[in-house]
């Protein structure tokens, strides 16, 4: 009878070994053989180590398929997790083929028994015996038992069922390394709920903290511009708002005349709308939703429209603001002639409403919440064998662990939503369902987004010129990843499993909402192509582009106050160029705000770039080839970058590969 020889490897990480006792079985297509103890006396699962037992099956297994293995605590030893990296199987000891059963997973005595498949990844139409058939529905049944669906805010984008990230298990969890945020100068302030004395007391915060940040002192050398504020809208931490127009809202009642000196010598505002040069900042979602209530203080919200002139040097400047969505007497139209504290006031109320806008909806909705959308269904619904399963979870399993941690935090009583954000918890929820209901697919794919919103000509949109760079190195590589697998059409529409998580992913995570434009299915390779690299992109480049970008625009906080404590004015001239620091938040919230801010700015110590991986899936034929590919592309568009930006008195290096995570991580 034929004898295996089966060596079991312990991953290197030093807490990777374990003081239990391991079990091994093989699996074959004939039968299975009785388990057999796979550390002999005398060694241990240490970090790094190796282990070798021989297999000697009583009958005829046939082809190996499956390793089971099942961890046993030790009595009178801690019942340590184990880190297996894989498992390799010779059928005698002389033999040169080896076969190996991946793993790179932790492994708990009350897993049971965990078995594990060739490193061969494929289809369901390509498993050939019934018993690899019924692993993988086993697989998904058990996955399906733990990962379940629940909802946050009620119409709204779901999320996993689970409050503790310690839920998750030591799989789906991560130890971030902290690149040792300095937060020593915004502690202390705890105690100060009152508004700041002076700017000047304002500037010696912001020295402490952005001394070393050459884009923030920028904002605040220049926040007050006309041509900043519009460049902002364009290149700041929200790129996603701006949009061409061709005819005015009906609630705005601008003429050409009120705004003849803001436009073209000769020209009038019909000829500048039919032209391509007026753009509009609208920020209806916001409209009357309540606002919080900070140190006891009532706060405010508006929700303006701010209509602004791309001129003929490249700049865009906003030419006419109104803070809320009914024109009439209590709601002047403010304009670039108006008197300074004026016209500042209502551009802080305009970044004040973009505040809310980006960090729920831009930042939170678009990156966050469908990266753990994707994430849920690919757990659920593809097993680990299913190519696309191996492809997305490099990009999607962080998302878990950081939303439960957000949920459970940022947006929870005593959260800083709570404490200092004028979109506080009864308004966030609200927020979140409007933004669901407005969201639409194709403005989650750059090329339909920035053609949508007039951005994809402009010459100084640096966020548009990088991100459609970007989209385009990765869906390259996603059109030649599904190449690899799907051979044609027809492939896709009988790929059930692929199927099932896209029809999963629209029913449970978008809520079956359809006039979103997500697909329901997929009939072509074309269409998943693009899914993917709209998935990959979001969960990567547009998370950098929204996320990393924070504190530099943010850390002076009149540029984009988190919240505004007094009312949006009713009239022209009520304010001096003093009242404009009592609209600001007070002192402590300020602090609590800029905290978070320079937190979730910072990327890990131990990051991974776009598109390089750790797991073994990506590291051989013709995928690696894919990946070398593929980095060559984004080293070459990083390259470009830095060219650029070293011309540049304010870069734009968001979108530069080299600092694109892989995932969403914090």
């Given at each position: 009878m034929e004898e295996f020889q089966v060596t079991i490897r312990t991953s290197p990480g030093p807490l990777a070994g374990t003081y239990n006792t391991l079990w091994v079985s093989l699996i074959g297509s004939q039968c299975e053989c009785p388990p057999v103890r796979a550390v002999p006396d005398g060694q241990c699962l240490l970090p790094g180590s190796t282990c070798t037992v021989v297999v000697k099956?009583?009958?005829?297994?046939?082809?190996?398929?499956?390793?089971?293995?099942?961890?046993?605590?030790r009595p009178g030893f801690p019942n340590l997790n184990w880190h297996c990296l894989d498992v390799q199987l010779k059928p005698r000891a002389d033999a040169a083929e080896v076969e190996h059963f991946p793993c790179n997973k932790w492994i708990k005595t009350a897993d049971g028994d965990i078995e594990l498949r060739s490193n061969r990844v494929c289809l369901l139409k390509g498993e050939t015996l019934q018993i690899l058939r019924e692993h993988r529905a086993r697989e998904l049944q058990t996955k399906q038992q733990l990962i379940k669906w629940s909802t946050f805010a009620e119409g709204s984008i779901r999320c996993i069922d689970m409050t503790s990230s310690q839920s998750l298990g030591p799989n789906l969890s991560y130890t971030r390394q902290s690149p040792g945020t300095n937060l020593n100068y915004l502690r202390g302030f705890t105690d100060r709920a009152e508004p700041w004395s002076s700017l000047e007391e304002l500037g010696i915060l912001f020295v402490h903290n952005g001394k070393d940040n050459a884009v923030a002192r920028y904002v605040q050398a220049h926040w007050r511009d006309?041509?900043?504020?519009?460049?902002?809208?364009?290149?700041?931490?929200?790129?996603?708002?701006?949009?061409?127009?061709?005819?005015?809202?009906?609630?705005?009642?601008?003429?050409s005349e009120m705004l003849r000196d803001f436009l073209p010598v000769g020209s009038s505002l019909e000829q500048e709308l039919e032209r391509g040069a007026i753009f509009l900042l609208d920020y209806e979602i916001l409209d009357q939703l309540p606002a919080n209530v900070i140190n006891g203080k009532q706060t405010y919200m508006a929700a303006p429209l701010c209509l602004l002139?791309?001129?003929?040097?490249?700049?865009?400047?906003?030419?006419?603001?109104?803070?809320?969505r009914t024109a009439g007497?209590?709601?002047?139209?403010?304009?670039?002639?108006?008197?300074?504290p004026d016209w500042l006031l209502a551009k802080m109320w305009v970044r004040n409403s973009d505040f809310q806008v980006h960090q729920l909806l831009s930042h939170f909705l678009r990156t966050h919440m469908v990266g753990e959308v994707c994430c849920v269904a690919t757990l659920r619904r593809l097993p680990e064998i299913h190519p696309l399963h191996q492809l997305l979870m490099p990009h999607l399993k962080t998302c878990l662990q950081i939303n439960i941690q957000a949920r459970?935090?940022?947006?929870?009583?005593?959260?800083?939503?709570?404490?200092?954000?004028?979109?506080?918890?009864?308004?966030?929820?609200?927020?979140?369902?409007?933004?669901?209901e407005q969201l639409r697919y194709t403005s989650m794919c750059v090329p339909d987004d920035l053609k949508e919103r007039g951005l994809d000509k402009l010459a100084n949109c640096y966020y548009a010129?990088?991100?459609?760079?970007?989209?385009?190195?990765?869906?390259?590589?996603?059109?030649?990843?599904?190449?690899?697998?799907?051979?044609?059409d027809q492939d896709i529409q009988q790929d059930c499993e692929l199927q099932s998580w896209i029809q999963e992913i629209f029913t449970e995570g978008l809520l079956s909402f359809t006039h979103t434009g997500f697909p329901q299915s997929f009939q072509t390779t074309a269409e998943l192509s693009k899914f993917l690299t709209m998935v990959i992109f979001s969960c990567s480049a547009l998370h950098a582009a929204v996320n990393f970008s924070q504190v530099d625009f943010n850390l002076w906080?009149?540029?984009?106050?988190?919240?505004?404590?007094?009312?949006?004015?009713?009239?022209?001239?009520?304010?001096?160029?003093?009242?404009?620091?009592?609209?600001?938040?007070?002192?402590?919230?300020?602090?609590?705000?800029?905290?978070?801010?320079?937190?979730?700015?910072?990327?890990?110590?131990?990051?991974?770039?776009?598109?390089?991986?750790?797991?073994?899936?990506?590291?051989?034929?013709?995928?690696?080839?894919?990946?070398?590919?593929?980095?060559?592309?984004?080293r070459a568009i990083a390259e470009d970058i830095t060219k650029r930006n070293s011309k540049m008195e304010l870069p734009y290096p968001y979108l530069s590969p080299n600092n694109i995570e892989n995932s969403v991580a914090i």
């Open positions: 099956p009583e009958k005829e297994v046939g082809t190996v398929v499956l390793v089971r293995l099942r961890l046993e605590a006309d041509a900043f504020f519009g460049y902002q809208c364009l290149n700041g931490c929200n790129p996603l708002q701006i949009r061409q127009i061709h005819s005015l809202p009906t609630n705005l009642p601008v003429t002139h791309y001129n003929q040097h490249g700049q865009l400047k906003p030419i006419a603001i109104q803070l809320q007497p209590q709601n002047p139209l403010f304009l670039p002639s108006d008197p300074e459970t935090s940022l947006l929870a009583p005593n959260g800083v939503f709570d404490k200092a954000i004028g979109c506080g918890l009864k308004a966030a929820p609200l927020l979140l369902a409007r933004g669901t010129q990088d991100a459609l760079r970007v989209w385009n190195a990765l869906h390259r590589f996603v059109v030649s990843w599904v190449d690899l697998y799907y051979c044609s906080i009149p540029n984009c106050p988190a919240v505004m404590s007094r009312p949006p004015p009713e009239v022209k001239g009520s304010v001096t160029e003093e009242d404009l620091l009592s609209f600001l938040p007070d002192v402590n919230s300020t602090c609590s705000v800029l905290t978070i801010l320079l937190l979730l700015s910072q990327p890990a110590a131990d990051y991974v770039l776009l598109c390089h991986y750790r797991e073994q899936y990506f590291r051989s034929g013709d995928v690696c080839k894919l990946v070398e590919t593929v980095q060559k592309e984004l």
